[in-house]
Structures are given as C-alpha cells and as structure tokens.
C-alpha cells in the first residue's frame, strides 16, 4: 500500500518542490530533476500496481462516513498505465520544445501535480475521493491552459474552469444522494444503490444518475458541454496538449465508469430513458465533432475537435452497456491516448520547427519531416480505424457490441455513425500526409530544407506510435485482462 500512495504524492510533492525552488538559471538541472521525478513515479506506479493490489488504505477521514480511501482494481490499472506512459513520453518532448517559451519552471512544476492527481483519480477507493481529487485535476490543469498568458489563453483558461466546475458541481448534487440511498460511497462492481431505494425512488434515482453524467461528461468533451475543449487546447503548449486531450479528458471517461458500473450499476440503467438519452447525445457529438474537425483549418484545433468526437466513441460503447462494447470503450480509451498524444506532439514538432498552424500551409512537409510525417501517418490511420492498428481493433467491438445489443434504432445507427464518422476523419487526416508527401509538380523543391526535429522529440512520438500498432496486432492479453471485470459490472 505504502507505494500507492507514494505514487500519488511523489510528483506532487516533486512539482510543489520545483514550483517554490528559487530561480536558479540552470535549465539542465531543472530538466534533469523533472526528468528523474517523472522516471520515480513511473517505478512507484509498476511497484504499486505489482504489488498493492490487495485491500484499501484509508488517508484519513472527512467525516465518520467520508473518508478519503484508496484502492486499486483492473480500472485502474488501464488508466494509471496510459497516463503515466503518456506523461513520460509528452515530458521528453517537452525538454527540446518548451525551451522557447516562458515560465518552463512552473510548467515542469504543474506538469508533476497533475500526474500525481491523475493517479490519485485512479487508485480513488469511493466516491468522495474522487469528487475531490477531480476538483484539484481542473485546478491543477488550469494553469497549463492559460501558460502563455496571452488573452486567448486567459479567456481559454477561464472558460475551462467555468465548464469543468459547473459539470462538478452537477456531480456533487448527485454525491448526496448516493450516499443517503446506497448508504456507502465505496466503490463496488456492479452497484452500491440498494433494490429498496431502487424500487421506492426510481425517478429520482435515474434523475440523479443522469445529472452526474452528464456533469462528469463535460470533462470528456460531450455536447452539449464540450466547447471549452477546442478552446483550450489549441492556446496550450503542444506537449501540454498531447496530456489534455490523450489523458486528461480520460479522466471524465473514468468518472463516468465508476459513476455507471461501480454505483448505479448497469443493470438499473440498462433500458431506462437515461441511456437513450445518453445514446442519443454521444451519437450526436461522435459526428458533430468529426465534421467540425473536418472544416476546421488550423491543425491543433482540429486535433481538439477530434478529440470531441473520438472520445464519445468511448462514451457510445459504456452506454451500450453491454460486454464487447464496453471492451471496445476500454481498448479505445488506450488506443486513443497513444495515438492523439502522437497527433499532438507531430503538430508541437511541426510548429516547432517551422512555426507553421494551418494545415494549408503544411505542403510539402513530409519532404522536409520524412520521419516524424511516416508516424503522422501510421496514427492516422489508428484513428480512422485502418487494421492492423489498435483503433480498429476498439472500433470492431464498439460496433460488434452495438450490432448484438438489440437495443431498438441505436443497435444499427451507432455503427452507421461510427463509420461515417471514419470517412470523416480520414478526411480530415489523410490530407496532410497526401500534400505532406505529394506537394505536386509546382511546388519548389529548389527551396526544400531538411527540418527532422531532434531525437527529444522523434523518440516519444516513435514510442507511441509502434504502440498504437502493437496494441492492433496483439490485443489479447488487453482483452484477456478486460474479460476479468466485465463479467463482474456489465
């Protein structure tokens, strides 16, 4: 137990440490120390999930019937991976691009909070520790919004808080009432509320369920909550980004897991009007956000209307609310943190190397990035779905699960509209690799500068892309390891 929360108080205590240490001009100790913390808490993180997966550890208690309680089950074990891994390889980016811009201290001192946050997140044993350790994510995250404290980086930054605390709060109204009716905030598989209060409260149940999804949603990016998304991650740093979008939104998926199939339960859901409800806006916003992306023109926004949809594919699958799709939501919630932390980093290395945003003016690009736009591509085409990558391996059991799930109209429309929405990504992708590497006979290959960014950024972005592949064409022990939870909660 003691390296759990080790785990999770490490980076903490590593980032507080780099935010309040004087200024001292020496960048190489600063990326050496952020360096190392970022290496221990990976250890801390392998030690803990080897070795602290028996019982729960009790931090102490709010109250005699709240107390902040710690646990690790198969959940989190997916989620606290993929973010530590993420967060490796976005900090090794980081060290080549953030040395041409400003305050870099007090981005590698947030940059260490958060992970410690997420982790906590994680490994959160019961309701209440979650809820408070999901407030100090978008606190901790905020700064990294507004880092360049520009005013759209202001104005972003603030309409993040707004979106993230308004969708807590809708969690919080919730929080009571599962207390008062499941009598614990523990966590357990398949459901805390008690079959008395099912029978005698229904409504008031399925009301209280469907506010807490939809207030934990707006940190996934789910319409009609999601504007702040495209907002706030074009105006943050690249590797910043790549946590955001690849992790940091997971951490409404996560939310919205426990809240369906560790409270409620899926059995109470299943059938009511909360989960066509939730169908219906997941639906909308897979293909609201692909066609977004689609028309958008500058490449890190498009990346974030991606993101919208991309994660409701992951959404779409939990409120199918049956055992392919929601392995389909789990290996999506994988395949789509590698592959758009991939994503982000090409485009951080791209506007670091050329300062070119927009993706009409990436012409040419795969002639002068000939490594970094092979991976581009290979991700690309894991985001669209194309085999052997792991995003198709996701998408097929989103779309199994929703084809033997019977559920009237959404059993054939959540297949449709997850491969109209493909189309639409290979559209909104596929360009930049054809023009990157086709720029046509007019184009000025007399001027043509071989710009390959450095190995600090090549390697995380290399990383993450054999590991978007390897998923694909070894997904069985991923699978194997899911089919453990899920005979237990769907």
């Known amino acids: 137990?003691?390296?759990?929360?080790?785990?999770?108080?490490?980076?903490?205590?590593?980032?507080?440490?780099?935010?309040?240490?004087?200024?001292?001009?020496?960048?190489?100790?600063?990326?050496v120390s952020t360096g190392a913390f970022l290496v221990i808490t990976a250890i801390l993180v392998v030690l803990a999930l080897c070795l602290g997966r028996e019982g729960m550890f009790t931090l102490f208690s709010l109250t005699e019937r709240l107390p902040i309680l710690f646990k690790i089950d198969e959940i989190s074990v997916v989620f606290?991976?993929?973010?530590?891994?993420?967060?490796?390889?976005?900090?090794?980016?980081?060290?080549?691009?953030?040395?041409?811009?400003?305050?870099?201290?007090?981005?590698?001192?947030?940059?260490?909070?958060?992970?410690g946050v997420l982790l906590a997140l994680c490994f959160a044993g019961n309701l209440i520790t979650f809820y408070l350790f999901f407030e100090l994510l978008t606190l901790s995250s905020f700064p990294l919004v507004l880092?360049?404290?520009?005013?759209?980086?202001?104005?972003?930054?603030?309409?993040?808080?707004?979106?993230?605390?308004?969708?807590?709060?809708?969690?919080?109204?919730?929080?009571?009432?599962?207390?008062?009716?499941?009598?614990?905030l523990t966590f357990s598989a398949g459901g805390v509320i008690s079959d008395q209060a099912v029978s005698n409260h229904m409504g008031v149940l399925l009301l209280v369920a469907f506010l807490m999804i939809m207030g934990f949603s707006v940190k996934a990016g789910m319409f009609p909550m999601h504007a702040w998304l495209p907002s706030a991650h074009p105006v943050a740093p690249a590797p910043a980004s790549a946590v955001l979008s690849a992790v940091i939104v997971k951490a409404g998926v996560l939310a919205i897991v426990r809240v369906v199939y560790f409270v409620f339960g899926a059995s109470f859901l299943r059938g009511s009007w909360v989960q066509t409800v939730w169908l219906t806006l997941s639906l909308f916003t897979v293909f609201m956000g692909s066609l977004l992306a689609y028309r958008e023109p500058v490449l890190k926004k498009r990346l974030a209307y991606s993101t919208v949809s991309q994660i409701s594919y992951i959404l779409f699958g939990l409120a199918v609310m049956e055992r392919e799709a929601f392995t389909g939501s789990m290996l999506h919630v994988l395949a789509h943190g590698l592959i758009k932390a991939a994503l982000f980093l090409c485009a951080g290395a791209i506007i670091f190397k050329t300062g070119k945003t927009r993706v009409e003016e990436l012409r040419g690009i795969g002639k002068e990035?000939?490594?970094?736009?092979?991976?581009?591509?290979?991700?690309?085409?894991?985001?669209?779905?194309?085999?052997?990558?792991?995003?198709?391996?996701?998408?097929?059991?989103?779309?199994?699960?929703?084809?033997?799930?019977?559920?009237?109209?959404?059993?054939?429309?959540?297949?449709?509209?997850?491969?109209?929405?493909?189309l639409l990504t290979a559209g909104y992708l596929l360009p930049v690799t054809i023009q990157g590497f086709f720029p046509g006979e007019d184009y000025d290959y007399g001027a043509l500068q071989k710009k390959e960014p450095s190995f600090f950024m090549i390697f995380p972005v290399l990383i993450l892309t054999i590991l978007s592949v390897v998923i694909g064409l070894l997904p069985e022990g991923v699978i194997g390891y899911l089919s453990q939870i899920i005979e237990k909660i769907v």
């Open 80 to 115: 606290s991976v993929l973010a530590v891994l993420i967060f490796l390889c976005a900090g090794f980016f980081s060290f080549e691009y953030m040395k041409q811009e400003k305050w870099e201290k007090k981005y590698y001192g947030f940059y260490l909070i958060i992970l």
């Open 147 to 184: 880092h360049e404290r520009s005013k759209e980086a202001v104005m972003s930054g603030l309409k993040y808080l707004f979106y993230s605390l308004c969708g807590a709060y809708m969690a919080l109204f919730g929080l009571y009432f599962v207390e008062r009716y499941g009598n614990t």
């Open 1 to 31: 137990m003691q390296y759990m929360i080790l785990s999770v108080f490490f980076p903490v205590l590593a980032g507080v440490y780099l935010l309040i240490k004087k200024e001292r001009g020496n960048r190489k100790y600063l990326l």
């Open 369 to 422: 990035m000939p490594v970094l736009m092979i991976c581009y591509t290979f991700v690309s085409l894991g985001l669209i779905g194309i085999p052997p990558t792991g995003g198709f391996i996701s998408k097929w059991y989103l779309a199994k699960g929703a084809l033997t799930s019977a559920i009237p109209v959404f059993y054939w429309l959540g297949p449709v509209i997850l491969l109209v929405s493909a």
